[in-house]
């Protein structure tokens, strides 16, 4: 038997473990001093209440004869996708339901996907990135080029004509930047896809954080998307489903290579390597997007912007360059007086015993950079802001 | 951008649709008959009271900022794993903590862990199967072959030291003969392929059906596994979780191929690719090992076992030659009258409104043979069986 022996390729990634360790030492020399962590990439809200009545509803259902539900269709029930499919209706984005596939997640999709895709293709990843991009086509064996992200281009790369490449990935709002095409950037992604055959695999996991209707929420408002993209959504940080796990991608009937349809293909990959989201956490998904629901989460996202403001008036206070925060859970910032990000991790906890995340793990265009996240409490990121304010008050003029 | 041309190689199953079509037909042809399914794969009991309690209690936690639980480890929680720990141990299986994987189920995990292996491997699949197996190598262009199971075996192939594979699919008990291997068979199987480089993947979906404790509930009961198998395991048919989805995967330590540990290579597939399942559901999947959940599970698979036994009284009387029905709630019997498997089916449609699964459908091994499950309720198998056994006497003698 031989392995597939492009997990040989694979870099081990020591950025969390670094972290942990970091702090781990640091505690231990100084027990008096409390460590915030502003690094944390997970919600800390619990789910809302039509949630928890919904799927303790549905758990009840399961251990009735009359409810209990068995397996059900791979690709999701249809409660739960026409939700979604009036979920894209306020965006003005008409789908038909069969293009709505319901998920595990959007981590799990944006692997998956690449099984219908040939080997054989050029992927184009932008500079900082979500670390599973990479990975994922590196264990199918893919020639990998980055898109530049940098503070020219406020972290958003635009296409060019130069550069070849099969499949895009695109985050928007960004992971780890906080960066946000707009619908005429967006555009020229969708245009220069469609003129080279190019397949854009579009990550909307942070949607929910956009404040601006001018703003694009989904790809599929831009014109001419639905014959060069995927989109990949998730009730991760919408609806705080870290834990729970639920999400969907949108594959338009219009995407054909090859005289295939990537829609089928999906399909067929779906039916027979997935067994659906369970019933329970479905009927929870559906409850997201009741009137009820979408109060409730609106309270938390608006929650984590509260904290987002908070840092971001704490930087911009102090002139210190990022990008995020008004649109997003994450703010990318320059690090203050030329530090690496490592350099600036250090400084940051010493100094003012905050922890974040140091830009040089998500890429070479990463460093110098670093990222905070509003996952925190409004009490902590308060008093975190308030030691990130002295310390630039003392230490970076 | 190119697809994955292998897609083009899958055939379309027409196997349930045509089922479906011809039920549609009989019933609209007889408004007055009472068709009964005989064919259905799905379990029908509600999930027993101990999974509901333990769900229904992790979803208020959910609810609260104490309880609530955001992303989990990937490979699953440890009170689950340690409790699976636990019951193999009952089956004198010691495992490692770290050497089992909480699944969605073992249908996502028999197709994703080919993502490990090389396409150039060859393949070595029973014929007749769970379609799975063949179409997720299909979708990865690897060459198949196939072992031949037959009335002459038992439906139980042994290995042959001519035949050369890199990666061989044992289901035991099998889904669709239920044909169970005992130690011995099993034996041969694991010296091939240590003998021979290969690996096993051990589809054990059905063990909690087997009665008899000198037959093996999983293939680490056999000296030598650990070095060529990897286990799949589900709670589908186990504790009715077919539409709750918790499954459960061995890689033992000892698994090394080309200097790389498939135990490490799975973890960083698991870590990359997948999320973890949805920490209810991990709760709900804790209770069915706790003393009471096993209790309950227990009652529902003897209620689907007295079905089988049912089934299998009346081949029995009639002298139709069958595999399974006593450790498997599948029973493929042998077509009265050496009809092929779809003139059966049309035979036992008309004469007794019993629907079952053409063994063809399975593979060309198939052909010839016929499943019945014991899924459906008491009242309706008995009355399926008391309308066979009227027909097998009539027509059949």
Same mark, same amino acid.
């Given at each position: 038997?031989?392995?597939?022996?492009?997990?040989?390729?694979?870099?081990?990634?020591?950025?969390?473990?670094?972290?942990?360790?970091?702090?781990?030492?640091?505690?231990?020399?100084?027990?008096?001093?409390?460590?915030?962590?502003?690094?944390?990439?997970?919600?800390?809200?619990?789910?809302?209440?039509?949630?928890? #009545?919904?799927? &303790? $509803?549905? /758990? @009840?259902?399961?251990?009735?004869?009359?409810?209990?539900?068995? =397996?059900?269709?791979?690709?999701?029930?249809?409660?739960?996708?026409?939700?979604?499919?009036?979920?894209?209706?306020?965006?003005?984005?008409?789908?038909?339901?069969?293009?709505?596939?319901?998920?595990?997640?959007?981590?799990?999709?944006?692997?998956?996907?690449?099984?219908?895709?040939?080997?054989?293709?050029?992927?184009?990843?932008?500079?900082?990135?979500?670390?599973?991009?990479?990975?994922?086509?590196?264990?199918?064996?893919?020639?990998?080029?980055?898109?530049?992200?940098?503070?020219?281009?406020?972290?958003?790369?635009?296409?060019?004509?130069?550069?070849?490449?099969?499949?895009?990935?695109?985050?928007?709002?960004?992971?780890?930047?906080?960066?946000?095409?707009?619908? #005429?950037?967006? &555009? $020229?992604? /969708? @245009?220069?896809?469609?003129?080279?055959?190019?397949?854009?695999? =579009?990550?909307?996991?942070?949607?929910?954080?956009?404040?601006?209707?001018?703003?694009?929420?989904?790809?599929?408002?831009?014109?001419?998307?639905?014959?060069?993209?995927?989109?990949?959504?998730?009730?991760?940080?919408?609806?705080?489903?870290?834990?729970?796990?639920?999400?969907?991608?949108?594959?338009?009937?219009?995407?054909?290579?090859?005289?295939?349809?990537?829609?089928?293909?999906?399909?067929?990959?779906?039916?027979?390597?997935?067994?659906?989201?369970?019933?329970?956490?479905?009927?929870?998904?559906?409850?997201?997007?009741?009137?009820?629901?979408?109060?409730?989460?609106?309270?938390?996202?608006?929650?984590?912007?509260?904290?987002?403001?908070?840092?971001?008036?704490?930087?911009?206070?102090?002139?210190?360059?990022?990008?995020?925060?008004?649109?997003?859970?994450?703010?990318?910032?320059?690090?203050?007086?030329?530090?690496?990000?490592?350099?600036?991790?250090?400084?940051?906890?010493?100094?003012?015993?905050?922890?974040?995340?140091?830009?040089?793990?998500?890429?070479?265009?990463?460093?110098?950079?670093?990222?905070?996240?509003?996952?925190?409490?409004?009490?902590?990121?308060?008093?975190?802001?308030?030691?990130?304010?002295?310390?630039?008050?003392?230490?970076?003029?």
């Amino acid at each position: 038997m031989e392995i597939n022996k492009n997990y040989k390729n694979l870099e081990a990634s020591y950025l969390f473990s670094t972290i942990a360790k970091k702090v781990k030492e640091f505690a231990e020399k100084n027990p008096d001093k409390k460590v915030i962590r502003l690094g944390i990439g997970d919600v800390t809200r619990p789910l809302c209440k039509s949630v928890v #009545e919904a799927m &303790k $509803k549905a /758990v @009840d259902e399961m251990g009735t004869f009359e409810g209990f539900h068995g =397996y059900g269709p791979e690709q999701g029930y249809d409660f739960l996708k026409e939700k979604i499919q009036g979920y894209y209706k306020e965006k003005n984005v008409t789908l038909k339901l069969d293009e709505i596939f319901i998920s595990d997640g959007a981590k799990s999709d944006l692997g998956n996907i690449l099984d219908i895709f040939s080997k054989e293709n050029t992927v184009l990843i932008p500079d900082p990135v979500y670390p599973v991009y990479v990975d994922t086509n590196i264990m199918q064996g893919r020639k990998i080029i980055f898109a530049q992200a940098n503070q020219e281009n406020n972290f958003l790369p635009l296409p060019n004509d130069d550069v070849k490449a099969d499949i895009v990935y695109i985050c928007s709002p960004n992971n780890p930047t906080g960066a946000v095409y707009n619908k #005429e950037q967006l &555009k $020229k992604w /969708v @245009d220069w896809a469609n003129k080279n055959n190019a397949v854009i695999l =579009y990550d909307a996991a942070y949607e929910c954080f956009i404040n601006d209707n001018n703003l694009p929420r989904s790809i599929f408002e831009i014109e001419g998307a639905k014959t060069c993209a995927i989109e990949f959504c998730s009730l991760s940080k919408t609806a705080g489903f870290t834990g729970t796990r639920c999400g969907y991608t949108v594959v338009p009937f219009e995407l054909e290579f090859d005289d295939m349809s990537l829609n089928k293909m999906w399909l067929r990959r779906q039916t027979t390597k997935f067994n659906g989201v369970p019933y329970i956490v479905q009927r929870g998904a559906e409850a997201v997007f009741s009137e009820q629901g979408q109060k409730e989460i609106k309270e938390n996202i608006d929650y984590y912007k509260k904290n987002a403001k908070i840092i971001a008036d704490t930087l911009t206070k102090h002139n210190v360059w990022f990008t995020g925060g008004v649109h997003s859970p994450y703010i990318w910032l320059k690090c203050p007086n030329n530090m690496t990000s490592w350099e600036f991790f250090d400084f940051l906890l010493e100094k003012a015993q905050v922890v974040g995340t140091p830009g040089a793990g998500f890429g070479k265009n990463g460093e110098g950079f670093f990222r905070l996240t509003s996952f925190g409490t409004n009490e902590l990121t308060k008093e975190a802001m308030e030691r990130l304010d002295k310390m630039l008050t003392t230490y970076c003029k």
